[in-house]
């Protein structure tokens, strides 16, 4: 199935959280009171994979004081006849049954299959639910199954084209690593310096035992990079050269030596003064 980019919410999105500037109605919309909690099904769409038992016991006692507030968006099943598929609001139906609800209100919305996924990854990433290796997959489906590229995902949930990307990057991570999102032992922030590293595994264990910040991760990943550099190219002799340099100039030096003996030498400098200097050694005749 091919879809169309986007521009600000999608079909699917209209109809659930509405568009006034939509002239048409694009969806038909059916309000049902109640409904049997054993004919809907859940969403086979849905991303969010775990939901946190306390916070789903918060909601139980709240349905069992105040009953269900906001209906569960449906739509008519594909498979059995009087049966319902859950779009949006699953926890909710989750806890009703917890509550030892028999019936609960739904919005029955003729929905395709990418409609249902928008909503399903929208609702629960504007509810901060999703943890983000299940909003990844989230969008790897719309991409995958449903030809989005990036730029539509990014307009579809308000998102910067560069989160989009970075988020699905986070799937090329160790599965070790990956667990660890899913776990929130490890934060985005804290991961993402990680993708591409043949260490990664050792080093997301270094962070979450030291809690280290992304600021520090980074460090953590650029310290390890020149190390792992130095070891694999850079000879005694060279290392010595280096150090002899530094002292001469009394500035931070590295060199970078390839296999092949070709490589570079990276001089870093604080302020304009030692920016002089370094640019005085380099053009004096």
């Not at 990418?114 to 489906?141: F, M, T």
């Amino acid at each position: 199935m091919k879809s169309s980019k986007k521009k600000g919410l999608g079909r699917g999105l209209s109809a659930l959280f509405g568009d006034e500037n939509k002239q048409e109605k694009v969806l038909e919309k059916k309000k049902l009171a109640q409904i049997s909690i054993s004919d809907l099904n859940r969403n086979p769409f849905q991303p969010r994979t775990i939901f946190n038992e306390s916070k789903l016991d918060e909601l139980v006692a709240s349905i069992k004081k105040n009953g269900i507030i906001q209906p569960i968006a449906v739509r008519p099943s594909k498979s059995e006849i009087n049966k319902y598929e859950i779009v949006a609001g699953e926890r909710r139906w989750l806890a009703a049954q917890k509550a030892g609800l028999h019936e609960v209100p739904v919005t029955v919305l003729n929905l395709s299959d990418v409609e249902s996924l928008e909503v399903a990854i929208v609702e629960n990433i504007q509810r901060d639910d999703l943890n983000p290796i299940e909003e990844a997959r989230g969008y790897k489906r719309l991409s995958d199954e449903f030809n989005y590229d990036h730029e539509s995902i990014s307009k579809l949930m308000s998102k910067s084209r560069s989160h989009i990307s970075n988020t699905l990057r986070l799937l090329t991570l160790p599965s070790d690593v990956v667990a660890m999102l899913i776990e929130g032992t490890l934060s985005s922030g804290q991961a993402r310096p990680l993708i591409g590293l043949s260490n990664a595994s050792s080093i997301a264990e270094e962070i979450v035992s030291n809690n280290y910040s992304a600021r520090k991760v980074e460090y953590l990943v650029k310290s390890k990079k020149n190390t792992h550099s130095k070891k694999n190219y850079n000879d005694a002799n060279i290392l010595k050269t280096q150090e002899h340099i530094e002292k001469v100039l009394g500035l931070k030096l590295y060199i970078a030596n390839k296999k092949n003996n070709s490589g570079k030498i990276t001089i870093e400098y604080k302020d304009l003064e030692q920016f002089e200097l370094i640019s005085k050694l380099l053009t004096k005749r």
